[in-house]
């Protein structure tokens, strides 16, 4: 008798246990940390892909590519925190097809992660154009459970950014900023650039003051701002 074919492995595995990311499908990822619960971080991963990687088939007027993503999180120890994996299935109108054509494609989604070191592991794939790669980030998640002010992470975007086509549609993202994060940080000429943050005070008590200042410095490390 033969034995039954063993089923094929998926691909983004491979991509994510390789010891470097693997080029082929371009990505650009940030992932600032927010207090969650006493006992983990609310990390809120935003994935930014160039026009070039999706190719669409259309019927009946609407143009159809899968984006597939899978992400770990892994510790020193390689470890893994947490993982999942989703498909992103773009069904697209002509006018959305146009702006994603043009502007790209972003994906934005919450991991739940504990304090401590660690490295986001992504890899993603499309289906029609047959692209795949991965990005590895690190990740300093802190104790927001520590009896001392702290910042959150910074969710960063701009009036440009924001214009990106973006899914899936999370109501909790939603709820959760005003602003969502992009994984961009190059801004042309008369762009207006916007960050989200929170300060985690622990004093019980009357309200107090707490000053807040801001500097944005350029690659030599010139205050421009």
Do not use: C
Not at 48 to 59: G, R
Not at 65 to 79: F, I, S
């Amino acid at each position: 008798s033969r034995a039954d074919p063993e089923p094929s492995r998926d691909p983004r595995a491979d991509l994510l246990a390789a010891g470097v990311p693997t080029a082929g499908l371009a990505m650009r990822v940030t992932a600032p940390a927010f207090r969650h619960t006493a006992s983990r971080a609310r990390v809120w991963v935003a994935v930014d892909m160039p026009p070039d990687v999706f190719e669409f088939a259309s019927s009946a007027g609407v143009a159809a590519e899968n984006l597939r993503l899978t992400y770990q999180v892994v510790d020193p120890a390689m470890k893994v925190v947490a993982s999942d994996a989703q498909d992103v299935q773009l069904r697209l109108r002509p006018e959305m097809r146009a702006e994603v054509e043009q502007k790209g494609f972003r994906v934005v989604f919450p991991i739940d992660v504990p304090p401590g070191r660690h490295q986001l592991r992504l890899a993603a794939r499309t289906e029609n154009a047959a692209r795949q790669g991965s990005v590895f980030a690190d990740l300093q998640v802190p104790d927001f459970s520590a009896d001392r002010l702290m910042w959150s992470g910074a969710s960063m975007s701009s009036l440009a950014a924001i214009r990106v086509p973006t899914g899936p549609g999370d109501l909790q993202a939603a709820k959760a900023f005003a602003l969502l994060p992009a994984a961009v940080r190059t801004f042309k000429r008369g762009d207006r650039v916007a960050v989200y943050a929170e300060a985690y005070d622990p004093v019980a008590g009357p309200a107090r003051t707490i000053d807040l200042s801001a500097i944005v410095r350029d690659v030599s490390g010139k205050v421009v701002f």
